[in-house]
């Protein structure tokens, strides 16, 4: 059904060409569409399809994909920011499902990745770990504030105990966050790393508001114990049987 200098170059790339109708109305030298079929399914499968298959992005591809890529990350921020304010309301089941949306959000959008270039891939992943590093930043600012401005010094031991607390409710709130994303891999390592060096800063914080509270109480002892002898004012209370017999305790104590 061919001319003849269609049919010559048909013979000679016979190998690597198929010819058939859609409704199988062709040459009866033709394929079948069965015949194309079974041809197809016995052909090796296409282990890297990057080799074969090559996307190439202009300029403007470039720039287009970047607006898009920024968009979609912008959606994503602003679900993080929904789900961390649900957190501080203390909306446990609320801000689950909040953070499972999230991550949703993040799994389409590195399916972009599906594009094979490095461009692309690089883009996606760097807006979704960006994106997912500033919320987890945002919900420990508690633990870092504990640092701030002499926190937890023992001057106030009420609010001391209020602010670790809320502190420790922001890494609750983390942790939510690590188990929405846990099936995806570009930031699960990462953020893994952020909460465990902000549960280090905790851990430090409550040790020195500890350590705070002991000096707190030693100081209290000992003022407690030279008020008993009288030695602070070596005068006509003191008694140096009392001193004997009080100060070594005192010090056992405060040791």
């Known amino acids: 059904g061919l001319d003849t200098a269609t049919g010559e170059v048909l013979h000679a790339l016979s190998g690597r060409v198929c010819v058939f109708h859609l409704l199988g109305r062709g040459d009866s030298s033709w394929l079948t569409r069965d015949a194309l079929l079974e041809r197809v399914r016995g052909l090796p499968p296409i282990g890297t399809p990057s080799s074969l298959f090559q996307s190439v992005l202009g300029s403007e591809d470039r720039e287009r994909l970047r607006a898009l890529i920024a968009a979609l990350g912008k959606d994503l921020r602003e679900c993080l920011s929904r789900c961390e304010l649900r957190v501080r309301g203390q909306l446990g089941a609320t801000s689950a499902a909040g953070f499972g949306e999230a991550a949703r959000l993040a799994a389409e959008l590195l399916e972009l990745r599906v594009v094979e270039h490095g461009f692309v891939s690089s883009l996606v992943e760097g807006e979704v770990l960006a994106a997912a590093r500033e919320s987890v930043a945002s919900q420990v600012a508690p ?62 914080a409550e040790e020195r508001r500890a350590e705070a509270r002991g000096r707190r109480e030693m100081a209290a002892a000992l003022q407690q114990t030279l008020r008993t002898v009288g030695s602070h004012a070596l005068g006509e209370e003191y008694n140096v049987v009392r001193e004997v017999l009080a100060l070594p305790r005192a010090v056992a104590a405060a040791r």
């Open 143 to 204: 633990v870092d504030a504990l640092f701030l401005d002499g926190g937890l010094d023992g001057g106030d031991d009420a609010a001391d105990g209020e602010r670790l607390e809320e502190a420790r409710g922001a890494l609750r709130g983390v942790g939510e966050l690590l188990t929405a994303f846990a099936g995806i891999d570009v930031v699960r390592e990462p953020l893994q790393a952020l909460v465990a060096q902000a549960e280090a800063r905790l851990a430090s």
